[in-house]
């Protein structure tokens, strides 16, 4: 502080003062300094007698000349009482000066506290704006790179804090009374940044109060101005902006506390760095769950970088690394293998292992009986076993043979089904039953399903059906499997063959023996101990019960409440419901239960497995989403309608019916599919846009009007908008409930692709109803039309008893006498056919037209 003017003597010494100040933080931190202020030194009347008996002569003139000057004395006063006058007034003086003394001393002694305290601000103030300074330095400096354009912008129209503490130094003048203002502008700027220490306020006089506070606003701004005209600078002014414009005191507060943080640097090192695991994709809650951050600032420095996700968005490896490194913690990268490593694999001990029954697909040529055959066994077992039992198509079922063993039956038949499961990497059967009919010997499917199954090295057990049926030829079939190198035990080879009737049951407790017998020699163990692992073999979504699957148990125990992953999926295991119907707690090896609680549908195929944690179980789920995402991308896989039209056209040559296809369960659809896919030779193939569970919507026609498909749905309806939508923009809905009624009509549908179809169009029909001879024509017919129109240029037919005898055209088509284009119906016309003659009575003649039009499923 300037003390140019401080020539006093008087002041209480300019030796260094110091004390104890209170710094207050934000959250409550506070630290004691050391704060050393220079007292000022400060202009104050000296209390000297010459002074004073200056003052005391321009106050009291008369008594100066009375005392002074014995001379000048009134007349008529004695000596005596001249004297005591003059005691008086020596006394009176002595006593004023004595008080103006006092005064003085008293003005003085006030004016040094206000000086002394007002150094004493100025010293924290002082100390408070270089920190605040270097802070705000730094602090803009950071602000300036990370800060959003419009922040800069802000930042920007703030004074330069620089600028003011150098006016201040050389403008200031050396009166005290502007302290004031300053206090007041001080004590303002202390309000906002909530610093007591600053505002100094215990110390606080009323005359302070009286000349601070109250008139408020329009006081502090005048004090303000006045304050910018001696050039000083408060803390408010500081940080306010020329503009105007006033923080919110929180965003103050967070300013300061950023700014201090960063000088300081001490607060990073106070944070505990984490080994962040990180998989390929991680949900943001879930990376700022594992770096103990809140999900908000997570969120916040991801859109930092450009990236506006919530924190139920997945976010990349890449990405979620630089957040880890933002907040200080180090990623520790999780490879495919490691997020899946969860999954028990812990090889079963031989002792824990216990025979476990044998699951058995049954599949054959279409029409062979397999459908039958899996009935028949059904219904058989529920007569014997559970009177009333009522059975529930679950996808499987269990049954029990004579000799107690159990075996259980996957529904659906076929080796569509067995070969989709099995590219999913469920190798669920143990045994694959052929069905042959016994009257039809091998067919183009008993082949398939024969390579099907040695394919995957399952034992075959061949039953051979419809024996009941006269013409059955059981031996012929025997033979027959030999050309596929399938050797019966009856040709001495070692499939085991069994003749059976789906029809009357002969033969049935013979296969069930048959299947049992191949499951001892399979010696098919499991360990029910552990956590379950089982392959899902049918899922749709239930209206009222949400996502369900058939899962068929084929290691460990599956129990309620047990948190799994099942291919893209997860859930935890809210009922169990068995073959029958009945809600179960649990479901060991070998045993098809339907599981609800998923949070979302499966695949059939789909591996299940049981894991400990949700988090575990949802990581998987969503590592394997984003695996089998990117892999249909790196396959190239059309997944826009836009990718779809481009691929079309790039490969012209071949041309594609492309379908949509609806189904009522995961099985079917694959089913469907797989048999569509394997429709089409060179020139013609059959293309699967899309194939889902459940009923045709608007989306489903959407998708099939763009690539002009139909829309086939396979034991599901389409629903009222999409019917609809269909209806208006010409999609074409089919519906069956029989996979090969199917199959023959898109495969019918795909070869009349090649070419054009001539439709005829029925337009009228006319009856003869007298022939005439006119000379020059020929024979005309005299006939009634009794339907529709005849017309001159149409085609005609000439039909005696429902025979076609004639096709041609009209030569002359008459009304009257006159030639017309257009007879229509009730009325008589006269006709007579170009170069055919043999016209009776009471034959009808057809009118058509031909059409050519393209060729629709
Ligand atoms: P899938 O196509 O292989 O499932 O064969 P299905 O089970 O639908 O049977 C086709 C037809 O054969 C049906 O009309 C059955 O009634 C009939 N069928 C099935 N098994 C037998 C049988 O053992 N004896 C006789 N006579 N007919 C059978």
Redesign the pocket.
Known sequence: MSDKDGKSTLGLGGSGRSGQVKQSFSHGRTKSVVVETKRKRVVVPKAGATQMTDAQKEKNPLTARMAGDPSKRPAGISDAEMERRLKALAAAKIREADEAVTRVAEEKAREEERERRRAEIEAKEREEREREEALRLKAEEDERRAREAEERARLKDEPKPAERPARAADARPAGSRPAAPDRASIEAAAARAEKPGVAAGPRRTDRDRRDSGGDSDAKAKAKAEDSRRTGRLSLNQALDGEGGRQRSLAAMKRKQDRARQKAMGNVRTEKQVRDVQLPETIVVSELANRMAERAADVVKSLMKMGMMVSMNQAIDADTAELVIEEFGHKAVRVSDADVEQVIDTVQDKAEDLQPRPPIITIM?????????????IRHANVVAGEAGGITQHIGAYQVTAANGAVLTFLDT??HAAFTSMRARGAQVTDIVVL?V?ADDAVMPQTVEAINHAKAANVPMIVAI?????PSADPQKVRTALLQHEVVVEQMSGDVQDVE?????G?GLDGLLEAIALQAEILELNANPARAAQGAVIEAQLDVGRGPVATVLVQNGTLRRGDIFVVGEQWGKVRALINDKGERVDEAGPSVPVEVLGLNGTPEAGDVLNVVETEAQAREIADYRSQAAKDKRAAAGAATTLEQLMAKAKADESVAELPVVVKADVQGSAEAIVQALEKIGNDEVRVRVLHYGVGAITESDIGLAEASQAPVIGFNVRANAPARNSANQKGVEIRYYSII?DLVDDIKAAASGLLSAEVRENFIGYAQIREVFKVTGVGKVAGCLVTEGVARRSAGVRLLRDNVVVHEGTLKTLKRFKDEVKEVQSGQECGMAFENYDDIRQGDVIEIFEREEVERKL
């Open positions: 054959g040529h279409v029409d062979h009986g397999k459908t039958s055959l899996l009935d028949a038949p076929g069905v009919a059906n419809k024996i009941d049926k059976v009737s789906a029809k009357t002969q090969y």
